[in-house]
């Protein structure tokens, strides 16, 4: 019994050593075909073949290169371009870039309307810092404040598209408002700048120089004549959401030399509170200093 299984094992064996020998004994006798697969987009033509005797297969790269593909129309806002052939995306969709203009300033959120520079296409949302202001500036600010002139609550402060001046003092050593005289401006938290505004020009009614809060409230765009010198926490809020580390270096408010913009805000009887935007530094200097002014507005 033992010895007929082990030579049943043996001719198994044997006819293993045969069928190994058959497969590899021989150099492939291959049949081609001549761009057998078409070149695509990406891919060249393939020849094929077939060996004769065993039946293997093999290919390699045929005569006619890859096609490339062929462009669709232009990608647009919300279409991607893509290959005509093969309907791969050669470039995806750019999405809409969007201007956004507040249209509606009297509801709470504020409404503004992006209108895309490219195909016009128009969306709304609430109103957002960088926003085009009813006042033709930008949004600096939105929160919920109170005014404190007038108690009103207000959620947005506009800053002016330009500056009112930029070697503007806050009062003079030689003509009214007199530099070493006290006013009542030392508030400096956000909705006091309107005020301050209003307290140094009232300290002086009869100022025979145009400084930096008279400039600003006397200042009118887009229509609106509201404008104020911001105070000092006001100032702050434009120079952290639009000026500090914003690529174009913010507004044109934190590049050149003049860029010490003056705040409302008194600090002593002859100093006044300002902010340096091109370092962020904080600081206060004698009011007959000449600095540069940018108007602001609420709403
Ligand atoms: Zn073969
Ligand atoms: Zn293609
Ligand atoms: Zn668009």
């Known amino acids: 019994m033992k010895t007929h299984i082990f030579m049943g094992l043996a001719a198994f064996g044997m006819a293993l050593v045969l069928v190994y020998a058959a497969c590899n004994n021989h150099t492939h006798d291959w049949v081609w075909t001549i761009d057998a697969v078409a070149a695509t987009c990406t891919s060249s033509s393939k020849d094929t073949a077939v060996c004769s005797e065993c039946g293997a297969v093999t290919d390699k790269a045929g005569s006619v290169a890859a096609l490339g593909h062929t462009d669709g129309a232009a990608a647009t806002c919300t279409t991607a371009q893509t290959c005509m052939v093969c309907s791969e995306i050669l470039a ?12 509606n300033d009297t509801s709470y959120p504020a409404i503004s309307t992006g209108t895309c520079s490219r195909d016009g296409h128009t969306e709304t949302r609430g109103t957002a810092i960088g926003d085009k202001g009813p006042g033709g500036g930008k949004i600096f600010y939105v929160g919920t404040f109170t005014m404190t002139d007038n108690s009103s609550t207000a959620h947005y402060l506009e800053a002016a598209p330009s500056n009112q001046g930029t070697g503007i003092r806050w009062a003079t050593a030689t003509a009214s408002p007199y530099a070493t005289v006290s006013t009542d401006a030392n508030a400096t938290v956000i909705g006091s700048g309107r005020r301050n ?16 809060a008279l400039l600003c409230k006397n200042y009118i765009n887009n229509g609106k004549n509201d404008w104020f ?9 434009i120079y952290n959401n639009l000026v500090n580390g914003k690529p174009d270096h913010g507004y044109e408010m934190g590049t050149g030399t003049a860029s010490s913009y003056w705040s409302s805000s008194q600090y002593s009887v002859d100093t006044a509170r300002y902010r340096q935007f091109s370092s962020g530094a904080v600081s206060s200097g004698h009011k007959y200093q000449s600095q540069p002014v940018r108007a602001i507005r609420a709403f």
Not at 92 to 103: C, Q, R, S
Not at 229 to 237: A, G, N, Q, R, V
């Open 197 to 212: 505004t209003a307290l140094i020009i009232a300290g002086d009614p009869y100022s025979t120089y145009n400084h930096a």
């Open 92 to 103: 995806a969709a750019l999405g809409h870039e969007y201007d956004w203009v507040v249209t």
């Open 229 to 237: 010198l911001p105070s000092f926490d006001e100032l702050s809020e």
